[in-house]
């Protein structure tokens, strides 16, 4: 990619007491990419989005927010940054359209046009005059959402926006999130430890583990992984002669074994264990998924 980063972080370090949260973290992140920023619990993400956003100060490195040094210009740099840490500060008594016209006093240049676009944007048009405590959790968060991205920022950051969402409230936020990104060319970082949910929502994976970052991952359409390697599980018996058969590495399961194939390599090999005298029970083939990678990238570890 040859645009400008919206983001930078240079060899961000973060040190309380004598605890190294972060470590050295270095990542950049584009226009019009949904990015997941994935971890176990205590990884260092809330951490390091509270650095990016200015709540907190890094130890050292640098953060440059479309070029711009948020420790020298500061106010500059964060202009372009919209976030939801934690939950949309929402009033509940005042309707969602009020809601908005409050937090457009609060900063620069924010129209009236504005407004309306925002609210079509996240697909509130016909709920806005009514109370936010009318609002289910999946319309506040559109509605947080909606606050967000006021200000036209470059960047939007979400810790863990889909906590206590529905599968059905994910999906639909995940579709807007998409649909924002799209639209208006910003850049969306999101946190989880939702495997399942990132893979679905993002182009593109950080996972970070004690601080480090370690992965990054491509996350491909779904038409492209049905083609691609698939894990295929085979229960047979005896195990460990079938086992003695396979050429590449191979994962013990209970009374068989799962190795990853493409399609012409599985005919071969269910030829090569009737030809042994193997009794094979069941074949299952499963698409290989980001939880799997997850996985073999930290090892199963977890941190704390
Ligand atoms: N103010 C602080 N003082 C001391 N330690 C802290 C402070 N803030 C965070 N930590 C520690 O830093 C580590 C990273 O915490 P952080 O909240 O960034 O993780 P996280 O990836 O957001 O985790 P979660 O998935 O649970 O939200 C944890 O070990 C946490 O205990
Ligand atoms: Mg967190």
């Known amino acids: 990619m040859t645009k400008q980063p919206v ?5 961000i370090s973060k040190v309380i007491g004598n605890k190294t949260i972060i470590d050295q973290l270095s990542f950049e992140l584009y226009p019009g990419e949904v990015v997941g920023f994935l971890g176990p619990n205590g990884a260092g993400k809330t951490t390091t989005i509270r650095m990016i956003v200015g709540l907190m100060a890094p130890t050292s490195g640098k953060i440059l927010i479309e070029g711009i040094d948020i420790d020298q210009e500061f106010e500059k740099a964060i202009r372009h940054v919209g976030a939801i840490v934690e939950n949309p500060e929402l009033y509940k008594y005042m309707s969602g359209y009020n809601n908005l016209v409050h937090y457009a006093r609060m ?8 407004i309306e676009e925002v609210i079509e944007l ?15 959790l999946g319309m506040r968060q559109r509605l947080g959402l909606a606050q967000a991205l006021l200000h036209k920022p470059r960047l939007l950051i979400l810790d863990e926006p889909t906590n206590g969402l529905d599968p059905a409230g994910i999906r639909e936020f995940r579709d807007y999130l ?35 970052l370690i992965g990054e991952k491509q996350i491909q359409v779904k038409q492209e992984k049905s083609q691609g390697q698939k894990i295929v599980r085979f229960e047979v018996s005896p195990v460990d002669k079938a086992v003695s058969l396979l050429s590449s590495t191979y994962q013990a399961v209970s009374d068989g074994f799962e190795v990853e194939m493409g399609r012409e390599a599985v005919a071969a090999l269910v030829q090569k264990l009737v030809a042994e005298n193997i009794q094979i029970y069941a074949i299952e083939t499963r698409v290989k998924s980001l939880e799997d990678e997850f996985l073999e990238i930290t090892g199963g570890k977890s941190v704390d």
């Open 7 to 11: 983001v930078q972080l240079e060899n």
């Open 107 to 114: 900063v620069d240049g924010v129209t009236d046009e504005r």
């Open 122 to 136: 996240v697909g509130l048009q016909n709920r806005i005059e009514q109370k936010v405590k009318t609002y289910s």
């Open 178 to 212: 998409r649909y924002v990104a799209d639209q208006e060319g910003v850049c969306v970082l999101v946190s989880s430890h939702l495997l399942s949910e990132i893979e679905l929502m993002c182009d593109r994976t950080l996972i970070i583990q004690s601080g480090k």
